[in-house]
């Protein structure tokens, strides 16, 4: 969806793995979820523009991941608009830190 209004696109792939077309769809899917991932850390979190090193990457990468984590688990359906709700609220944001999730049955 955008703007709330359904969206299609047709996108072609050549390769030259064999694989059955499932197969490939699967691979392609699972690609793009990965870098939908990697899009959302760098414009919302702006990931590619710091500069850490060693230990830091890492932590600050976790730390990047719990809160796009804790975000979705409160329901926001887009990281920016739960990160401007909790930015400058601390109240908000421990209060999303100590939220438990549903256990689904």
Do not use: C
Not at 34 to 58: C, K, M, V
């Amino acid at each position: 969806m955008r703007d709330g209004k359904p969206f299609n696109a047709t996108h072609r792939f050549i390769t030259s793995l064999r694989t059955t077309p499932e197969a490939l769809l699967r691979l392609v899917r699972e690609r793009w979820s990965l870098e939908s991932w990697h899009w959302i850390r760098d414009t919302q979190f702006r990931e590619d523009a710091h500069r850490y090193r060693g230990n830091g990457a890492g932590a600050m990468a976790t730390l990047r991941t719990a809160a796009m984590n804790l975000l979705r688990l409160a329901g926001f359906g887009s990281i920016r608009e739960g990160l401007q709700a909790v930015m400058h609220n601390i109240t908000a944001l421990l209060a999303l830190a100590r939220r438990q999730p549903e256990l689904k049955p």
